[in-house]
């Protein structure tokens, strides 16, 4: 079966990961593929490390995360979240809900 990795830079997104991982669910449910997201919190100074262990734990099979000790930036995210990542094909998102899912 064709895999989808979503790879997600997240710094400073206590606010809505939450929102952000169950539309992305919501949508990657409906597609005929099997899915993985990956996130990686860019050294936040909130609880968005806290938020995706919770995400992390309800979704085991599903779910990765990685966590840099500071703040390296978007590229650094994005390149840990790439190597991190399992799936057939990659697609990159933000967390911030500007652009849907």
Not at 13 to 27: K, L, T
Not at 62 to 87: C, D, H, I, V, W
């Amino acid at each position: 079966m064709t895999r989808l990795s979503v790879v997600v830079p997240c710094f400073n997104e206590e606010d809505v990961v939450e929102r952000f991982d169950a539309r992305m669910r919501q949508v990657l449910d409906t597609l005929p593929v099997g899915y993985e997201i990956c996130y990686v919190d860019d050294g936040s100074s909130d609880g968005t490390l806290g938020k995706l262990r919770e995400i992390a734990a309800r979704h085991p099979h599903r779910t990765q995360y990685a966590s840099f000790s500071r703040n390296f930036g978007k590229e650094a995210a994005m390149l840990a979240g790439l190597r991190k990542s399992t799936g057939d094909a990659v697609v990159i998102m933000d967390a911030d809900l500007q652009h849907p899912p």
